[in-house]
């Protein structure tokens, strides 16, 4: 994915008239730091003969779970199949009822989707853009099997709060944690904090591989199982197939690299906060913006650093005037995108989602980027409030 950016043109350059290039990201630097780590673990796969639910896998799966405190993880093809064999794995299809964030990534709302159940959106708190437990409340029904929050931005939800609804109603608890690796809820870890989890390891997330990837987690033996027959064709045995299941499987090469980005999942987060610390610093009281708000029970783990403005599209523009990378995570919300047309939501039926999609902007942010850089960054976003 390209990102408008030459490597080159990573370095922050400040001084005189030069323009400050800031890209959003640059997932070459992410490998030229740990190239000699990454070349080692693909000329060993390639040695080794083995490409697909080989020992890279096993390993992987191994320190994953270890690493969120989960006894499972399965790994598999992508972050939007994780959700879906996770609740194809629990049972849940036609006729059945997933609460989901009304504000979020739409893959959230597609895994329900694909296993015939129904999404059904709740508004978010407006502090921190995650999944509202009071507002889950009146949205339950005889029907609703599940609640699916995604951690958003790296910052889990609620899920003290969600854990003792779900407890209440007989509710299951999936995690959406594909921006979230790493991130803590009362010091518990994301993927070890609902019933299940599926997260995605696509290249940008905190622990990216180099193609498509992702993985459940979860401390049900049973659910792992099935996950682990649904991914490979229904299949434990060559040519033994027990149920109808997907081709969802997590590569050997893949893995391979994911264990040498596990290794420094730590370290790269610690700089991603150390840039959010440093950009909640600079930009604190600027014009109408307002900051990403972490309850005292988070430790997020700063996926995307993301504030709102009523003047987003100026300020955005302001921003790649200055050769400053942004995104909008993200501008349309599910409810309001050709894909869910034929469910007859308008705007209007989730206005705070809405106006999150109206007003958020995604300033650079990550393990390669230097504190020159996010300075940059700050000091343009200060220079357009000012006037300038
Ligand atoms: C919140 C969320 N859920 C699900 C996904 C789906 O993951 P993938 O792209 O690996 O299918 C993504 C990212 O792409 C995401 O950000």
Redesign the pocket.
Known sequence: MGFGFPPGALRARTGGNHPVHVPILDLKLAYDELAAEFDAAYRRVMASGRYLLGPELEAFEQEYAASVGAAHCVGVA??????QLALLARGIGPGDEVIVPAN??I??WM?VSRVGATPVPCEPVAATHNLDPARAVPLITARTKAILP???YGQTADMAALRTLAADRGLWVLE?G??SHGATCHGRASGSLGDAA?I???PS?NLGAFA???AVTTSDPALADRVRLLRNYGSKERYRHEVIGLNSRLDELSAAFLRVRLRHLPEWNRRRAAQAARYQERLRGVGDLVLPHVPDWAEPVWHLFVVRTARRDALQAHLTAQGIGTQIHYPIPPHLSGAYRAAGWKRGDFPLAEQVAAEVLSLPIGPQHTAEQIDAVGAAVRGFFAGG
């Open positions: 992508n972050g939007l199949e994780a959700l979020g990534y893959a959230t895994a995604i951690h958003l959406d594909a921006q599926g995605s390891f696509y997330k498509d990837a992702g």
